[in-house]
């Protein structure tokens, strides 16, 4: 899943970052501020009070305008392009599922819970056949019920690459192995439904024929990409601009990049839906360009959360910390931050040559760049983020990141240079986003680490609109030299294939749009992927899990930052407000309320 925000130099990131882990150390001891961190006097629920818990539920009444503020908007707002995780978070406004996240705090939250379907899947034939019923009363917004057809053909577009490219393909992978499909657009059929492996013997009953098993295909249900679509109202590479609901909002303007607002859809019904309460009768985004304005609206009270999720920016954080942190809440986010090697880069062939590297960097140094220990997250030892079923957090250390190396080896990291026939270093890039300044500043204190040990790290900053073109073109990456790349990655569902089949298995390597950056390619982290869909039950899974992350450690793949970690706004006035581990610990939009509707 990927996430939307470099301070100027180094040395001023370092102590900004040192400024606010030192108010971050002050909020959770309770000092300081106005209010000691556990309380507010304009009524703010308290310091990482929605943190896995929710504050205020008994006080989110009805109506009233929910506002968001956003330094990005979203991908796509079609829900089979979104890919951004706040976009799979705000959907859920205008569209239904078959199955969604649970709407609780924490892990509870990444569990599955029945949605437009009256039950969790009958599952039979040995795990390959999922079937569900609809529930009774459930609507599009001009009144028409929702049928299984619709479900059917808002999943089939996902095989429509060249016309809705940019959003999850999971479904289409598990359904359609052999790629025999060509998508509704080119569909021959009259009804445009012709794809085999989904079946709808009446209106009420969708039934899904995989042909070969896998354990996590539920979860692919319950991402965005699998909401309904009617067929009448499908606009093409349009429908992002105006999508026709099947939740309890409906779109009334958008203008990109500006604002969006959702009104209600008068004709969904409460009873025909478990997970939603629907209680504001507005919900407004509006977007800015500079990350300090948007906190400024919110430490003013003129909006009640950022739907980035992606954590305030040092400016804001360090007024709101010391002003105004009962409103604030530090959830670690799901998101694992690193370096990657591609292997089409000399001398990143040579596992030496990348273990230098992890063991030459300073690891106090980089979670610092990244915010310290509270804002940016625990040092990272491994890639399985701790959302994720068969993760071991920071138990798991295998080149003593989190211990002896923490502040960079130098002698172990030039045994290893001396081992891949560089003894006196080389000089390779570092290709880093331009429009994420932590990101920079991880850079340049990795740089700074290298320098150490004879690695001469050139830092390129490229532009972060367009990456999927820049370093997901392996050809592009090889030409540039780009040995070192600076990525970060969350779970689309909470499983090993959820967050690592993109970026691990060999049969994701691709020419354009690539995510497997470093072009893994090894046969037995391919058979841990194959007998991990194939294996139903949890602990089996998990031990799967364990393992395929043990593997990619051991091909010294990649060197981890952080565990990240955020500091997030929620104004005085939100109500029924927590963390979910479903989206990768941003706040679940979908249930919040307002103390004060008139406010």
Not at 27 to 50: E, H, Q, V
Not at 67 to 81: E, N, P, V
Not at 311 to 333: C, I
Not at 401 to 419: F, M, R
């Amino acid at each position: 899943m990927t996430t939307q925000r470099t301070s100027g130099r180094r040395k001023q990131a370092l102590a900004a970052a040192a400024a606010v882990a030192a108010l971050l150390t002050t909020a959770a001891c309770g000092g300081g501020g106005d209010d000691g961190g556990n309380g507010s006097k304009d009524g703010a629920a308290g310091f990482d009070a929605a943190n896995n818990k929710v504050a205020q539920a008994s006080l989110a009444k009805k109506g009233g305008t929910l506002k968001f503020g956003a330094a990005q908007d979203a991908d796509s707002w079609d829900t089979t392009r979104g890919y951004y995780g706040m976009m799979w978070n705000f959907a859920r406004y205008y569209s239904r599922q078959l199955v969604t996240n649970k709407p609780e705090p924490g892990k509870a939250g990444a569990e599955l819970t029945p949605d437009l379907a009256t039950d969790l899947a009958k599952v039979t034939d040995d795990g390959k056949t999922y079937t569900y019923t609809l529930r009774d009363g459930v609507t599009w917004e001009d009144g028409k019920p929702i049928t299984s057809k619709d479900v059917k053909y808002g999943i089939e577009r996902v095989w429509a690459q060249d016309v809705l490219s940019g959003g999850p393909t999971y479904l289409k992978d598990v359904l359609d192995p052999k790629g025999e499909y060509k998508g509704p657009y080119k569909d021959t059929s009259a009804d445009k439904l012709g794809l085999k492996a989904i079946e709808t013997p009446d209106d009420k009953t969708i039934v899904f024929k995989l042909p070969k098993a896998n354990s996590d295909f539920e979860e692919m249900l319950g991402l965005i990409s699998a909401s309904p679509v009617r067929q009448d109202k499908d606009t093409k590479a349009q429908y992002q601009l105006k999508p026709f609901s099947s939740g309890p909002y409906k779109f009334q303007s958008y203008q990109p990049g500006k604002e969006l607002t959702l009104v209600r859809n008068d004709q969904w019904k409460q009873a025909s839906d478990p997970v939603r309460k629907a209680n504001p009768d507005k919900i407004t985004i509006q977007f800015f360009s500079d990350a300090n304005q948007l906190d400024q609206r919110l430490l003013n009270g003129d909006l009640d959360l950022d739907l980035n999720q992606t954590g305030m920016s040092p400016q804001g954080r360090t007024t709101a910390l010391k002003q105004h942190k009962a409103n604030l809440d530090n959830p670690v986010s799901g998101y694992v931050r690193y370096a990657v090697f591609p292997q089409s880069v000399k001398p990143f062939d040579n596992i030496e040559c990348r273990k230098a590297v992890i063991l030459g960097a300073d690891h106090v140094s980089l979670q610092t760049a990244r915010g310290g220990p509270v804002a940016g997250g625990d040092i990272g030892t491994n890639m399985l983020p701790p959302s994720v079923p068969g993760a071991e957090g920071q138990k798991y250390d295998p080149y003593e990141l989190n211990g002896a190396n923490k502040s960079g080896n130098e002698a172990k990291a030039k045994e290893a240079l001396k081992a891949c026939g560089q003894p006196n270093g080389f000089k390779t890039t570092i290709a880093v986003r331009n429009n994420k300044p932590v990101e920079v500043a991880t850079a340049q204190s990795l740089q700074a680490s290298l320098k150490k040990i004879g690695i001469t790290a050139e830092i390129d900053q490229y532009d972060g609109s367009q990456t999927s073109g820049i370093i997901g073109s392996p050809s592009n990456v090889k030409t540039k030299g780009y040995g070192i790349i600076i990525m970060g990655w969350g779970p689309d569902f909470p499983s090993v294939q959820g967050f690592g089949l993109p970026l691990w298995n060999s049969k994701y390597i691709q020419q354009s749009g690539n995510n497997n950056y470093a072009l893994i390619n090894d046969k037995t982290i391919d058979g841990l992927f194959d007998q991990y869909v194939n294996t139903l039950d949890d602990a089996g899974k998990e031990k799967i899990s364990t393992e395929i992350n043990h593997k990619v450690m051991e091909g010294a793949y990649y060197l981890p930052f952080v565990f990240e970690k955020f500091i997030n706004w929620r104004s005085s006035n939100l109500a029924n407000v927590y963390t979910t581990d479903g989206y990768s610990g941003q706040y679940d939009f979908v249930n919040l309320g307002l103390k004060n509707p008139q406010k």
